[in-house]
């Protein structure tokens, strides 16, 4: 989505170099923010509620030096990765998208996972019967994307969460 935005030269930088002290909404439109769960090179994720339907968010806000009307043309692409057809156990669904503050950013449903970066990380290598099925149900949801015209543009170990046999991937559309 970003790549469409004609930036130029890859990602664009963030506004500051220290993605926790950026001045963080209250809420992002009725998403109420309760904390910050990662950062990634575009800028923060939050974990939020919506009061409206009683459930929990994934917010992405991408804070980058990007002009307004580059917001615009971000927004407008955001919108349509929510309006996608893309329908997979195996995909994260965008729900929402927004500006708050100057800020745009993407609602999602929220995954009570790990994300397989930090798995790889904490624990001792998976035996092959462990990994294959994730990888298969990573390449189906991928498929399913790819099926519906999306596509990742830069897949990274913290965009998949596992919890217990289930897989899920996030960030389709957004590159």
Known sequence: VLASVSLGGGVPVLKTDDANSLNTPGAFGSFRVMHQIGVGVLGPVFRTYDPSQDRLFAVKAFHVD????????????L????????????????????VEDGVPFIAQEYVAAESLDVAV?????????????IVRQLSQAIDAAHGCGLVHGGLHLRDVFVAGDEVRVTGFGIV
């Open 79 to 98: 919108t349509r990765l929510v309006s996608s057809e893309v329908s997979h156990p195996g995909v994260v669904v965008p729900v929402s998208v927004g």
């Open 66 to 77: 990007i002009t307004p009307e580059q917001v615009e043309t971000l927004v407008e692409s």
């Open 121 to 133: 990380r904490h624990y001792t290598a998976a035996e092959i019967g462990t990994t294959l099925p």
